[in-house]
């Protein structure tokens, strides 16, 4: 029997995801800048965020196993509710005397973002674990779409409403405002049914994860080693074009154009609102025109990826108006972002609809994983370039380009002589 796109089920997911997702971005917002507002350290800010990255990177790949064996509904309420307590425990302690201010507070801050990093990295698998698990494959290419709208939403209001919200009145109204976006969430989600296959547990618990990621390694490796390509494929696209991105834009908007700080600033967050949008709009063109893209031909977004940065060099080095130069970077991000959103919807479902059921959430926990370590691989290699090569940030970008060309040749190749056994 086919199923709908557009069930009961499915819509309770997405609208458990606006809510929780836009109290994540509200508040590793908020969080973060509060941090640095207190301390006014930029070397402590940069710490603390990269220890706050650790746990989504080493729970993800566990919160996929957890996915494969728990019901998702389950973990899905738990973690919404989990958070909406971590807030509040965070909203009580910051309050009180002895934490308020200086070192504890600090240390306090640094906790809480770990934590909720932490359950991020274990949340997501068990909500694209359940796409196909909800959806038949005919909607997999609009579901994850839809998945994947909500999350550029999500990021894009998120910090915009959250930064209002805390320029006005502070931290506390933020912190209430994300435990009852949790809490909301968490209630929504108890009434979602998803279909589980029961597993059985044998054995002792790290007897079981050995086994569970031994079976989801020689998966990828062995029987489907396209989803092994398409990790690397991933991989790739993170480390050499998102890092440069994210480290790049604001580093070339605020230190190279030499624009008054001020006008600098403003447009800096216009440059990271055109990212927010290419992504936005990426999701919803998946969504109109997902059943004609084709897996085999998803090499040739990659390669407007990687196309779309040689203009930011080509304008870095020959143009000589500032705002004409802001103007390619937000136009080239936009289509970059716009495309590489859809080339990982597209990768997305063709992972879920290859994969197994017992193994889907692991081997997307692996996904994620392996993408997440590209990012600060990524942006370390960036900043010491930006900063090696200080006068010829041109070279750096274009740097970028040619290696996330070289991927998309890669992945061009690799996914042109696959035939899928169903049509995605």
Do not use: W
């Amino acid at each position: 029997m086919e199923r709908k796109l557009f069930s009961k089920d499915f819509l309770l997911v997405v609208a458990g995801q606006i809510v929780s997702l836009f109290g994540n971005a509200a508040i590793r917002f908020a969080l973060p800048l509060y941090l640095l507002n207190l301390t006014g350290s930029a070397a402590l800010y940069g710490m603390v965020t990269a220890c706050a990255f650790l746990p989504a990177v080493i729970l993800s790949p566990f919160g996929g196993m957890i996915a494969d064996r728990v019901n998702k509904r389950n973990i899905m309420v738990a973690l919404d509710f989990f958070t909406a307590a971590v807030l509040f425990v965070f909203f009580v302690l910051s309050s009180s005397g002895g934490l308020s201010s200086g070192d504890g507070l600090v240390v306090l801050l640094t906790v809480t973002l770990m934590v909720l990093y932490g359950i991020a990295g274990a949340y997501q698998p068990a909500v694209q674990a359940s796409v196909p698990a909800l959806l038949g494959r005919e909607h997999l290419m609009a579901g994850n779409s839809v998945i994947n709208v909500v999350n550029s939403l999500a990021s894009l209001l998120g910090p915009v409403l959250g930064g209002i919200l805390y320029s006005a009145y502070g931290l506390r109204p933020v912190l209430i405002l994300c435990v009852a976006c949790f809490f909301l969430s968490a209630v929504m989600e108890c009434f979602i049914r998803i279909p589980q296959e029961k597993r059985v547990r044998n054995g002792a618990f790290l007897e079981m994860v050995r086994r569970d990621f031994s079976e989801s390694f020689r998966f990828m490796r062995k029987e489907k080693p396209m989803v092994g390509k398409a990790i690397l494929a991933a991989f790739g696209l993170n480390l050499f074009l998102s890092a440069m991105l994210m480290v790049g834009i604001p580093y070339l908007v605020t230190e190279v154009l030499l624009l008054e700080p001020a006008l600098a600033n403003r447009l800096c967050g216009f440059a990271q609102g055109s990212l927010a949008a290419g992504g936005l709009a990426g999701g919803i063109l998946v969504g109109i025109f997902g059943r004609r893209l084709e897996i085999g031909k998803a090499g040739r977004l990659l390669m407007i990826c990687g196309a779309g940065v040689f203009p930011i060099a080509g304008a870095l080095c020959f143009l000589s108006s500032a705002m004409a130069i802001f103007l390619v970077i937000a136009v080239c991000s936009f289509v970059v972002v716009l495309s590489a959103t859809m080339f990982t919807v597209q990768i997305m479902s063709f992972v879920q609809a290859e994969t197994p059921p017992a193994l889907v959430g692991k081997v997307i926990a692996l996904i994620m994983a392996v993408s997440m370590c590209a990012q600060p691989l990524g942006s370390g290699l960036y900043g010491f370039l930006f900063e090696a090569l200080e006068g010829l940030s041109f070279v750096v970008v274009l740097f970028s380009g040619v290696c996330s060309f070289l991927v998309a040749v890669f992945t061009r190749k690799v996914f042109r002589e696959f035939c899928p056994s169903g049509k995605v």
